[in-house]
């Protein structure tokens, strides 16, 4: 099976732009979960999409958002760009009746 | 809040040594606990645990939980330099809705094995 896909895995944008950075789940999994991942902070939980509904969101600002595709294909957008926004954004699959979360390779963003 | 701390957060040994990571938690309505291993980019998966005091091993790496003291090890034997790498174990609690998807991760502990 194919691993948790991510693109693009690196991207450079300046302050104020927005981005939008893609996830492509193991197949069959419907379950997608996005963290970011700081030094300072270590990975903290952004969201989850499971059957094209956010069923948990973290706390983070509504510049964060996300939706997920049909085919379980995730997206995720963060808009207005702070330098703070500088990370290393993974997204994470996983099964039905699992706690087991497989990550992708993650998409390193460094805001200017 | 939940909360799941590592120690050591850095150990340094040499290839041969057998090393122990500890991870303790506050995680309401416990579920499993995860570890993982990142070395460059993607964290891979360790190991789950739900149960207390049955050990899970793969090969020169086990773990196990003890839900009583709230608090898991990661033990890994005769370490190598490819061991070297950050690991994180992570907390998922069972809270209805509140927990889908979510895991609350540690500060992951940096193991660098020299040859």
């Known amino acids: 099976k194919a691993g948790v896909t991510q693109t693009p895995r690196y991207l450079i944008k300046t302050r104020g732009q927005q981005v939008t950075l893609s996830c492509s789940p193991i197949?069959?999994?419907?379950?997608v979960s996005w963290y970011q991942q700081t030094p300072g902070q270590g990975l903290q939980f952004l969201f989850e999409y499971f059957s094209e509904t956010q069923r948990n969101k973290g706390n983070f600002p509504g510049r964060f958002s996300g939706r997920q595709f049909s085919n379980s294909r995730s997206e995720m957008n963060v808009s207005t760009l702070e330098l703070g926004d500088s990370a290393l954004y993974l997204c994470?699959?996983?099964?039905?009746?699992?706690?087991?979360?497989?990550f992708g390779p993650g998409t390193r963003l460094t805001v200017l | 809040e939940d909360k799941v701390v590592q120690s050591p957060l850095s150990l340094v040994v040499h290839e041969g040594d057998t090393v122990t990571l500890n991870c303790s938690y506050e995680?309401?309505?416990?579920?499993?606990l995860l570890w993982y291993k990142q070395e460059k980019k993607a964290p891979t998966f360790l190991f789950m645990l739900?149960?207390?005091?049955i050990e899970k091993k793969s090969g020169r790496l086990s773990s196990i939980l003890d839900k009583k003291e709230l608090f898991s090890i990661l033990n890994i034997t005769a370490t190598q330099t490819g061991d070297s790498a950050i690991y994180l174990c992570?907390?998922?609690?069972?809270?209805?809705?509140?927990?889908?998807?979510?895991?609350?991760f540690g500060q992951g502990t940096i193991l660098t094995v020299h040859p």
């Open positions: 992570a907390g998922r609690l069972n809270a209805g809705g509140t927990s889908y998807g979510k895991l609350t």
């Open positions: 739900t149960s207390s005091g």
């Open positions: 995680v309401t309505n416990f579920r499993s």
């Open positions: 994470a699959s996983s099964g039905l009746a699992t706690d087991t979360q497989y």
């Open positions: 197949s069959g999994h419907r379950s």
